[in-house]
């Protein structure tokens, strides 16, 4: 089975600066037959499902805000917030998706220094 | 809208079963791939069982491989979690969510419902 790593565990960040989350696999995630890494991220608000914020690693999900950038590829991911705002206290986790159920990363919390 | 809506947990003694349902609104339900994705207290996100878009393949995590039943009823637009054996480790709230491609499924969950819960207590 994929294991899935985040760091930090959490992390408080001044309003309006750069936020960066990062998220390692124990194997790799892209699928060379199409080019894509099977790596998604969640942010998750307390009392609240978890919301769809980045899949295929990088494709920002309709409606999510373009401070929320995601990147890497193979075994190694960061998820980047470019000017933390107030709304995004929350936890995050990665999950990739090359295995069937996928594998969540414990989770990273990100909250207002 | 598209809408997931979980039913069936509840306070339950160890050893026993339960059933639980996510009944889905506002797409074509027997077109996509279902997940079901637990969180114990305090706890992060736990894949648990995963099934294609007609019902033919399922897949489980290893720790529930032999006590959990995943399966739907396209005709009803219901998907189900059948959990025997109950331990304490089972607690958690229950979510079923959508696989976010179309038939082929992947592409993370994009439509979660708001979860049942599960407390598995004597």
């Known amino acids: 089975d994929i294991v899935v790593t985040q760091s930090p565990d959490s992390l408080a960040v001044s309003l309006g600066e750069r936020a960066t989350i990062n998220c390692k696999s124990s194997q790799t995630v892209f699928f060379s037959s199409n080019n894509k890494n099977y790596l998604a991220w969640y942010q998750q608000k307390p009392g609240q499902p978890p919301n769809l914020l980045i899949s295929w690693a990088s494709t920002r999900e309709p409606g999510v805000p373009d401070r929320f950038s995601g990147s890497g590829s193979g075994t190694d991911f960061t998820l980047t917030i470019s000017s933390l705002q107030a709304e995004d206290v929350a936890i995050y986790y990665c999950q990739e998706y090359f295995d069937t159920p996928g594998t969540f990363g414990q989770g990273t919390k990100v909250e207002i220094k | ?122």
């Open chain 2, 1 to 122: 809208q598209v809408r997931l809506v979980e039913s069936g947990g509840g306070v339950v003694q160890p050893g026993t079963s339960l059933r639980l349902s996510c009944e889905a609104s506002g797409f074509t339900f027997s077109t996509y791939g279902m997940n079901w994705v637990r969180q114990a207290p305090g706890k992060g996100l736990e894949g648990v069982a995963s099934i294609w878009y007609d019902g033919s393949t399922q897949y489980y995590t290893y720790s529930v491989k032999d006590r959990f039943t995943i399966s739907r009823d396209n005709s009803k637009n219901i998907l189900y979690l059948q959990i025997n054996s109950l331990r304490a480790e089972d607690t958690a709230v229950y979510y079923c969510a959508r696989d976010q491609m179309l038939w082929s499924g992947g592409g993370g969950m994009d439509v979660w419902g708001q979860g049942t819960t599960v407390t598995v207590s004597s």
